[in-house]
């Protein structure tokens, strides 16, 4: 490892250990190290399709069968192999010991919960469910049979995930609740995102204009990296987090 990137991972660890009230807001980069492809980036799924297009919900009214084959079923498969990696059970570390006040997701995958945190705010929804089109009743993912595609509800409605799709609203309370967090916090932690999402990756702006410092950590740069990061740690997340936690263990006992 470099000195460089040594450097970055102490700062984060002290800058981390001294907030008072971080917030993470996280992507599909902080699950890749968990088997989950992201949307965009090298592997992504961008490679083979136009997100854009397939997860949007004109394409899913117009043509559920074609979005559930090219998507949804296969993203079924990955998220019911996914496990946390230490990135996630980092962020639930944190939020035990006081630091975190809260996880603001864009991911739909429940790795965060599944890792042990309690304040978790699912800005694009979940995939652990399923909802029917026509009569709103919700089913478990896992319960769910693909023996005929789209699956179907009892009552011969179509299942849709019960995620914001791309040109749906998110809930109000989660905006709400976001920016409140953002607002407050004193560290924002940007992992794995690419910000380009909105209006996710405004968060990262109103922490920065309350006062927050921002710290990414993503392999590559983003929009936010000139302007609004005060520091991007570079490298995958799972990776980076076991060195911060490392770095503040020594910090912490000093
Ligand atoms: P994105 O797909 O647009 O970007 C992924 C980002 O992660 C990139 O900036 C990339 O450089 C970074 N990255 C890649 N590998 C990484 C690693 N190992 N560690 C850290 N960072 C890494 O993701 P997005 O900004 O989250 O937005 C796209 C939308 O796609 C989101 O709204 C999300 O709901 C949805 N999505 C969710 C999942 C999931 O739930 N796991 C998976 C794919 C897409
Ligand atoms: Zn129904």
Redesign the pocket.
């Known amino acids: 490892m470099n000195t460089d990137h040594q450097q970055q991972i102490q700062k984060a660890a002290q800058l981390i250990g001294s907030a008072k009230c971080a917030v993470a807001l996280t992507?599909?980069?902080?699950?890749?190290?968990s088997g989950?492809?992201?949307?965009?980036?090298a592997g992504?799924l961008w490679e083979k399709m136009d997100?854009m297009e397939v997860a949007h919900i004109d394409s899913f009214r117009r043509d559920p069968a074609r979005v559930w084959e090219l998507l949804i079923r296969d993203l079924k498969e990955c998220l019911d192999r996914a496990r946390p990696n230490p990135a996630h059970l980092a962020l639930a570390r944190l939020e035990a010991m006081g630091i975190l006040k809260g996880v603001i997701t864009?991911?739909?995958?429940g790795l965060h919960q599944a890792a042990g945190n309690r304040d978790v705010i699912e800005f694009?929804g979940t995939?652990a469910w399923q909802r029917c089109m026509d009569c709103q009743r919700r089913l478990e993912t896992h319960r769910v049979e693909l023996d005929q595609i789209p699956p179907r509800c009892e009552c011969g409605g179509i299942l849709r995930p019960d995620c914001v799709f791309f040109g749906e609203m998110i809930p109000p309370e989660h905006l709400h609740r976001s920016r409140q967090l953002s607002e407050r916090c004193d560290v924002m932690l940007v992992?794995?995102?690419?910000?380009?999402?909105q209006p996710?990756a405004f968060m990262p702006v109103i922490a920065k204009q309350c006062g927050a410092t921002v710290i990414e950590?993503?392999?590559?740069s983003?929009p936010l990296t000139a302007n609004i990061s005060d520091l991007l740690v570079k490298g995958?997340?799972?990776q980076v987090f076991t060195g911060i936690m490392a770095a503040m263990a020594d910090y912490t006992v000093r």
Do not use: K
């Open positions: 992507g599909s980069g902080i699950s890749v190290e989950i492809p992201p949307f965009r980036g992504g997100p864009q991911n739909v995958d694009h995939f992992v794995g995102t690419s910000a380009v999402v996710a950590i993503n392999p590559e983003t995958p997340a799972g």
